[in-house]
């Protein structure tokens, strides 16, 4: 468990697939994510089996339970994948899961524990992300984790009838120690 300033970042558990149901089948946040199809309990029981078991350096991936780290509500996952023990980089992923969840700082505080777990637990060097141009808040929340745009795939998702640029973005691991040096923490565990 790693501590944000909101979020507590936790092992992700079957327990949890009801509260992943609940939202994941929701257009407004998936459009986000790619592909948008229904997703079925069957498909998400058999994806959350393996990514409770995930090892990363086995696996090349690892996904995290976000929860407010006060109530212990459950928000959404965030993940390490395609992690390059050769290249010492990973992918980040992202999804704070009900809309009413969005926008109140959750999803940067997150990414910020993650990139704190992915430079400072698993010694990488870079981290990486992609998204689509249509999804601004997302990266104003990369951009206030740290993450710099660094260039774009043309016309790559296709998403309500039209073809929208993925842009890229990325964080060093000397930029992230900036802030945070080895010896600190992004946030501190509750005290309720
Ligand atoms: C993207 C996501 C992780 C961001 O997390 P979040 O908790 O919603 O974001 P935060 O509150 O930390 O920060 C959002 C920032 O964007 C701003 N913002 C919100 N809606 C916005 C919009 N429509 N356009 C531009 N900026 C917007 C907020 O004001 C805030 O910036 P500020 O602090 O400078 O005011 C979350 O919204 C999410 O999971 N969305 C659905 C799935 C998704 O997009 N996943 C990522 C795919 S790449």
Not at 3 to 16: I, N, P, Q, T, Y
């Amino acid at each position: 468990m790693y501590f944000g300033e909101k979020v507590c970042l936790r092992a992700l558990e079957m327990s949890d697939l009801n509260k992943i149901l609940e939202h994941w089948n929701t257009f407004a946040m998936r459009r986000f994510l790619g592909t948008a199809l229904p997703c079925s309990e069957n498909a998400e029981r058999v994806w959350l089996e393996k990514a409770t078991q995930y090892d990363p350096w086995k696996d090349g991936q690892i996904v995290l339970a976000v929860e407010d780290k006060n109530s212990k509500k459950f928000l959404g996952t965030v993940s390490l994948f395609g992690i390059s023990k050769a290249f010492q980089r990973a992918e980040l992923g992202i999804a704070i899961h009900n809309e009413e969840h969005m926008g109140k700082g959750y999803g940067t505080d997150a990414v910020k524990v993650m990139l704190w777990i992915g430079f400072h637990v698993l010694g990488l060097n870079s981290i990486y992300l992609y998204h689509a141009e249509f999804n601004d808040r997302g990266k104003r929340a990369y951009e206030k984790a740290g993450f710099k745009s660094i260039g774009a795939f043309r016309q790559a998702v296709y998403m309500q009838g039209a073809f929208h640029d993925l842009l890229a973005m990325d964080i060093l691991k000397s930029e992230f120690l900036e802030e945070y040096p080895p010896g600190s923490f992004v946030g501190e565990a509750s005290k309720t």
